[in-house]
């Protein structure tokens, strides 16, 4: 079957847009996860959902940055008022429950100028 | 110190030799271990997980756990070019307040030379 998608691959944005990444998860998964990768660094984790609930949203840098899985599928993180810190790739990941192997999306470059 | 450590690396094998990558963490509870592969501008790819202490073989992926050492370890024997890639080692860590996150090391760069 399809594994995680997202979109867009790529967004450049000038410094204080705001923007929305959004991932597809695999079909029936109930976990999903957002992360941030810097380069030459591994993934770190930003938040978790269950279904549609947020369980831990301990890894998110500041207020500026929002996540959102309303019907318990496609998950939005959102950032506010972007900084130039705020340049990474963003990694999507799904697993079928809990902490199970997770799967990863192609992620998102977001480059702010 | 970082909850997941690895050599940065580069670790360069010849092709058909055996290539051993390593990984220590300090969370003395922590169950799950997985090994991820990135191709440079791609996204991690999951290759092993591990559960039990012990070797767990896939194919030419050998992935081993020593829980007292606090240490996992993935072999990759006959080494191919295509091998060459960064190495994510990754660990259920408790975060605390009953949460737990993955927790990835820096990677380790592998090439694999003709």
């Known amino acids: 079957g399809a594994g995680v998608s997202q979109s867009p691959r790529y967004k450049v944005a000038k410094r204080g847009q705001d923007v929305a990444l959004r991932c597809d998860p695999i079909?029936?998964?109930?976990?999903l996860f957002w992360y941030q990768q810097a380069l030459g660094q591994g993934p770190e984790f930003l938040t978790y959902f269950q279904n549609e609930a947020q369980l831990d949203k301990s890894g998110l840098p500041s207020d500026r940055f929002f996540a959102e899985r309303p019907e318990g599928s496609v998950s939005t993180l959102k950032i506010q008022r972007t900084q130039q810190e705020d340049s990474a790739v963003y990694l999507c990941a799904s697993s079928a429950g809990g902490w199970s192997e997770q799967y990863f999306g192609p992620g998102t470059r977001l480059t702010v100028t | 110190q970082k909850e997941v450590e690895q050599n940065s690396g580069p670790l360069s094998v010849p092709e058909g030799a055996i290539a051993s990558l390593n990984c220590t963490y300090s969370d003395r509870g922590s169950q799950s271990f997985f090994w991820y592969r990135q191709y440079s501008g791609k996204s991690p790819e999951l290759i092993m997980s591990?559960?039990?202490?012990g070797d767990k073989e896939d194919g030419r992926f050998t992935a081993q756990l020593n829980k007292a050492s606090q240490y996992v370890s993935l072999l990759i024997r006959d080494s191919q070019p295509s091998d060459s890639a960064t190495y994510l080692c990754a660990v259920i860590i408790e975060s605390g307040g009953s949460n737990y996150k993955l927790t990835f090391g820096k990677g380790t760069l592998l090439t694999v030379n003709p």
């Open positions: 591990i559960y039990s202490n």
């Open positions: 079909s029936g998964h109930v976990s």
